[in-house]
């Protein structure tokens, strides 16, 4: 699986902003996908997953709330939509994906198999 996350980018504080995962080279059916975010010096950091079978979601307590996250089964996409965003949400976004992920590992980022290249999303006050 290839993923290609997309839409970073350098916006104010309160304002909106939607990130897209594509897979291809296989259909995200049998997967979960989460969005991780990493500053320097930091690990990465859970934000928010989807289960693409049954489309069971999970969120991080610091973005409930504000951010969803949803799928394209049509385009094999998923989209994390950011609300309300703050300077603490900046950060390098990454979508992974994993086939094997349960309820105790959904938010560890050593379970997910696959990652792409990362975005940035920077949010000035």
């Known amino acids: 699986v290839q993923l290609q996350a997309s839409g970073g980018g350098l916006v104010q504080a309160g304002d909106s902003l939607r990130l897209s995962c594509a897979a291809s080279g296989r259909t995200f059916s049998s997967y979960t996908v989460g969005w991780f975010r990493q500053t320097p010096g930091k690990e990465r950091e859970f934000v928010a997953s989807i289960r693409w079978s049954g489309g069971n979601t999970y969120y991080a307590d610091s973005v409930k709330g504000r951010f969803t996250i949803s799928r394209d089964n049509a385009a094999n996409t998923v989209y994390l939509l950011m609300g309300s965003l703050t300077p603490a949400d900046t950060a390098v976004y990454y979508c992974?994906?994993?086939?094997?992920?349960?309820?105790?590992?959904?938010?560890?980022?050593?379970?997910?198999?696959?990652w792409g290249q990362g975005t940035q999303v920077t949010v000035s006050s």
């Open positions: 992974g994906a994993g086939s094997r992920l349960i309820w105790s590992t959904i938010k560890i980022s050593q379970y997910y198999d696959y």
